[in-house]
């Protein structure tokens, strides 16, 4: 699906850089968070996720960090490849059990610049 | 790897049409959901179904809208009488039994005129 929107932040990176891309969350009960991946005429991608009893969480070539004091989530993607370009959405579910409704952020668009 | 699919990628209907969107959920998973995203803005819940019943839906999800599971196979989005608002991005979601994180489908794209 298309992300186009004036009011969407959007980030550019030269290849190769690390990227960071972040989201502010405003309630402090959720306990749970995904970052999702949406390219041009796809639907969101999950990418990795985090529950609120760790700050940190590693998978490959992207990291997630949780700072829950200031309600902040970050998505840090290593040596940024062309094929990262798309929109990243942060997503949040404060229910403390799984199957219940993700609520997602606006979303930030990355773009690679070779 | 297994995926959620959705048929049509885009529909056109004129307004006051009934629309069926179409979602083959991951085989194994036992919850689906329906979301959609207005162009240029969030991505927002409309519903979740489980064993045949809608366990929780949105404010968004009103009368005009209801879900089904036809099939072993197939779940779908009715909206009855579509309104120009109604255009949008539509995502088919599944999950594991009690698992948080969810699986989404490509999107199909509604265009009301």
């Known amino acids: 699906g298309e992300n186009v929107g004036l009011h969407l932040p959007t980030l550019s990176v030269q290849e190769g850089d690390n990227s960071i891309i972040n989201c502010a969350y405003s309630n402090s009960a959720s306990d749970y968070f995904i970052w999702y991946k949406q390219e041009s005429g796809k639907g969101p991608q999950f990418i990795i996720d985090?529950?609120?009893?760790?700050d940190k969480r590693q998978g490959q070539r992207v990291t997630v960090l949780l700072n829950k004091t200031v309600k902040h989530l970050s998505l840090q993607i290593a040596a940024t490849q062309p094929g990262d370009s798309a929109v990243y959405f942060c997503?949040?579910?404060?229910?403390?059990?799984?199957?219940?409704?993700?609520?997602f952020g606006k979303g930030t668009r990355l773009s690679v610049i070779a | 790897e297994p995926e959620v699919t959705q048929t049509p990628s885009h529909q056109v209907t004129q307004m006051g049409q009934e629309v069926i969107l179409r979602c083959v959920p991951i085989?194994?998973?036992?919850?689906f959901y329906w979301y959609r995203q207005i162009l240029g803005q969030k991505v927002e819940f409309l519903v979740s179904f489980y064993n045949n019943e809608i366990s929780e839906k949105s404010e968004i999800f009103d009368d005009q809208f209801s879900v089904e599971r036809p099939d072993g196979s197939n779940f779908t989005l009715k909206i009855r009488s579509t309104k120009l608002e109604d255009s949008a991005m539509y995502f088919c979601?599944?999950?594991?039994?009690?698992?948080?994180?969810?699986?989404f489908g490509p999107g199909t794209r509604l265009t009301v005129t």
């Open positions: 997503a949040e579910n404060s229910r403390r059990s799984g199957n219940t409704p993700l609520v």
């Open positions: 979601a599944s999950s594991n039994q009690g698992a948080r994180e969810q699986y």
């Open positions: 985090i529950r609120s009893n760790m």
């Open positions: 085989s194994n998973h036992l919850y």
